[in-house]
């Protein structure tokens, strides 16, 4: 049998760093990177035939636990029927009814690739349809790959020490104001000296990518106000919690409007997607409609559109989230208790099917800099340990952590005596 140890070895010699994307890296934790075989309801099993309770849930698509027969089964009967055909399918038009029916705010929707195409796109046409060049995001929150979020992002970028990219042109980084999370203060302070320049505000609605920070009640009203004072789009970057949060995503459990909204993920059941949806007065300025452009080869691909259709038949169901939210609870107040009977400090936070936890003594965390404070070395130790318990987290104490609807009572228990195991031995 060839072993994760040895499959990674060959990774390195032909694939920078050994990965496809620097979140799978085990660099910030220490270790080999466990090379996947399959996954299997709440369960991965890597090359080597060692199960393990997953709460990566691919980083956020795998609400439905991995290869959920009703999704496979829509995607092999979509993959029997041709991959694709340079043409729009009825599959796409009806994903797109869905996604105006469900998230409010959105009239109009186009699909991509990715999250990051989504963002780049939401980008250039609230710059299109503004005719401004700037964009304020906030530290800690990913917004994909393109140039002009990688300032001071989070995620696999915060985790790897570069938060700031190599290779980003100055002239374009000089157009991305990157200000504190939940600070509304100095958003209002920036609007008021480059008002005239900002064509758009994006935001997490909830950061998923500097582990978990809920936004404080006036953060995301503020920016509501000031981007309908200042004439500027609110981009709501909704790809990591949109359908995750609640069916309707994050915007819609706090009660805000946003101008686009940009989804991925879960949107696809699993596989390569994203969307960008809106009023249809900013929506009809891509092309061909309008003047911004935007297009993808593989763009609607009817396999993606299938997982996503059939995903959503199942997060439709009444009570999907409350029951979701219930396992969530469950194994954060779990954590929570087990960390503070060993005298270890954890702060946690959960909404809908996400949640965090970091080793800090901070007693409420609102921003970057408290979560960059956080014990790095006691969560390497704790997710080593976990691993060999069988239980899988985000080889990163920044990354947001994923209950899906199949983790049952058995799983979370099981994981939760893992932890006790796990944070009796910590303190040595
Ligand atoms: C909030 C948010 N926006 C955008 C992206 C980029 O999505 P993708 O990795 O599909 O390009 C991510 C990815 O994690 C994300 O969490």
Not at 398 to 426: G, K, N, W
Request: hydrophobic share 45%; net charge negative.
């Amino acid at each position: 049998m060839t072993t994760s140890k040895q499959w990674h070895q060959r990774a390195m010699a032909v694939m920078p760093g050994g990965v496809n994307s620097p979140v799978r890296s085990f660099d910030a934790v220490g270790g080999e990177p466990i090379i996947m075989a399959s996954g299997y309801g709440a369960c991965v099993r890597d090359i080597e035939g060692n199960d393990y309770i997953d709460y990566v849930g691919q980083y956020g698509p795998a609400i439905l636990g991995h290869a959920h027969p009703d999704v496979v089964e829509a995607v092999s009967a979509a993959a029997r029927a041709g991959f694709g055909f340079g043409a729009t399918t009825s599959a796409e038009i009806e994903l797109a009814e869905r996604v105006c029916a469900i998230v409010p705010s959105v009239e109009k929707v186009r699909l991509c690739n990715s999250g990051t195409e989504a963002t780049m796109t939401a980008l250039r046409l609230a710059r299109g349809v503004t005719g401004r060049d700037a964009v304020i995001k906030f530290e800690g929150c990913y917004h994909g790959h393109a140039d002009p979020f990688l300032v001071k992002a989070g995620s696999g970028a915060l985790t790897t020490g570069t938060p700031n990219s190599a290779g980003v042109p100055e002239a374009v980084g000089n157009l991305t104001y990157c200000l504190p999370y939940n600070d509304g203060e100095a958003v209002s302070a920036l609007f008021a000296r480059h008002g005239e320049q900002i064509a758009a505000v994006i935001v997490e609605p909830v950061a998923g990518n500097m582990n978990l920070v809920l936004p404080q009640p006036d953060f995301l009203p503020t920016l509501r106000c000031l981007c309908d004072e200042y004439g500027a789009l609110l981009i709501c970057d909704e790809v990591m919690t949109g359908f995750r949060v609640g069916l309707a995503g994050a915007c819609a459990r706090f009660g805000i409007r946003a101008d686009l909204i940009t989804l991925g993920k879960i949107i696809g059941g699993g596989l390569p997607i994203g969307a960008v949806g809106g009023n249809a007065q900013w929506m009809d300025h891509l092309s061909p409609a309008g003047s911004v452009y935007q297009a993808g080869t593989l763009s609607g691909n009817p396999l993606a559109v299938a997982a996503g259709l059939a995903t959503l038949d199942h997060i439709s169901r009444s009570e999907f989230y409350a029951t979701l939210e219930q396992k969530t609870q469950k194994l954060v107040h779990g954590m929570t208790q087990t960390a503070a009977a060993h005298g270890i400090n954890l702060k946690t936070s959960a909404i809908g099917g996400m949640f965090g936890f970091l080793f800090t003594d901070c007693s409420a965390i609102t921003s970057y800099d408290q979560v960059k404070q956080c014990d790095v070395a006691t969560f390497g130790r704790f997710f080593s340990a976990m691993l060999d318990q069988g239980v899988m987290f985000a080889p990163s104490a920044f990354e947001a952590a994923f209950m899906s609807s199949v983790h049952d009572d058995a799983q979370i228990d099981a994981t939760l005596r893992a932890c006790e195991m796990v944070f009796s031995a910590l303190p040595d």
